[in-house]
């Protein structure tokens, strides 16, 4: 059995992913019960995947409290794993995580007007950089799927820019670009269309791999179009928790006295089933 005793650098199975037309799972994970349920799916399908938390995600999942579980999973486990920071809002928030052993931050500045992203996102790239840790940046407004009424039609305004997006990744020097293409966080109240063709002009002109936020929801279809036009990465959360709150209602719903080892147990499996499912769909096994 092959150990992975340094981590695994987050750019490399980003970049075999996109020559290779699949993509790695990001999945985000807020208990010892996800990582391990994710850490077996990956090794049973022989697949790299990316463990990561996002700020918003702190109060539920401390940072300093996650980084030692998250690395000692990684570095232990027989296939690639990455361990990267989702949605860091600050340089200080990416620091602090660099400091502890990611291998990779998110640096989100998707919220500032374009010359302040690409401000902020520079000097994260600058400092990262100097510790050898690559950055995910963001341009374009992916929404969020729970406070939209329907899904937000992929029409050419809503989507990032291809000329913005060009400039972005030239000044930034980011590694990894997460762009917006219709989709959204959290779960939809409808299946949204992404935007396709937006994905393949950036695609056409941007040589770094693109990432898919909001994958939760995403049809098959659109998917595999990503998978094949340059999407390396696809972030997946809401999904992993709608499995689990559905095993443990049922769990409770036909258990008087419920056993708290038992549902800690239909957790983890829970988590190895729905990220098996995405591994599967994102065509990343039998890559480690
Ligand atoms: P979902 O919760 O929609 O899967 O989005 C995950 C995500 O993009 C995390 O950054």
Redesign the pocket.
């Known amino acids: 059995k092959k150990f992975y005793v340094m981590l695994i650098s987050f750019k490399e199975i980003l970049l075999d992913a996109c020559r290779h037309g699949y993509a790695v799972g990001a999945f985000?994970c807020l208990s010892i019960e996800n990582v391990m349920g994710a850490i077996q799916a990956a090794e049973d399908l022989r697949s790299p995947i990316i463990l990561?938390l996002?700020e918003i995600q702190f109060p539920y999942a401390p940072l300093e409290m996650m980084a030692p579980v998250f690395l000692k999973a990684a570095k232990g486990a027989s296939v690639p794993v990455a361990v990267h920071l989702?949605?860091g809002l600050s340089y200080e928030t990416c620091a602090r995580a660099i400091g502890l052993g990611f291998g990779s931050v998110m640096f989100d500045g998707s919220g500032y007007p374009l010359e302040e992203n690409i401000r902020q996102t520079r000097g994260v790239v600058r400092m990262a950089h100097a510790f050898g840790t690559n950055v995910e940046a963001e341009l374009g407004r992916?929404g969020n799927?729970e406070e939209a009424a329907a899904p937000v039609p992929s029409t050419a305004d809503v989507c990032t820019d291809v000329g913005e997006a060009v400039r972005y990744v030239e000044q930034t020097g980011a590694d990894a670009l997460a762009i917006a293409i219709g989709n959204?966080?959290?779960?939809y109240v409808a299946t949204p269309q992404l935007n396709i063709a937006r994905l393949k002009e950036i695609h056409a002109r941007l040589n770094l791999p693109l990432v898919l936020?909001?994958?939760?929801?995403t049809s098959d279809a659109d998917f595999k179009a990503c998978i094949h036009h340059g999407i390396g990465k696809i972030?997946?959360?809401?999904?992993l928790q709608v499995e689990i709150t559905k095993e443990i209602r049922l769990y409770l719903s036909e258990n008087d006295r419920p056993d708290y080892m038992e549902m800690k147990r239909r957790m983890t499996a829970a988590t190895k089933h729905a990220v098996s499912k995405h591994i599967l769909l994102f065509e990343s096994d039998n890559r480690a």
């Not at 936020?213 to 929801?217: D, I």
């Open positions: 985000n990561q996002a989702d949605h992916v799927a959204m966080h959290g779960w936020h909001g994958g939760s929801g972030n997946v959360a809401t999904a």
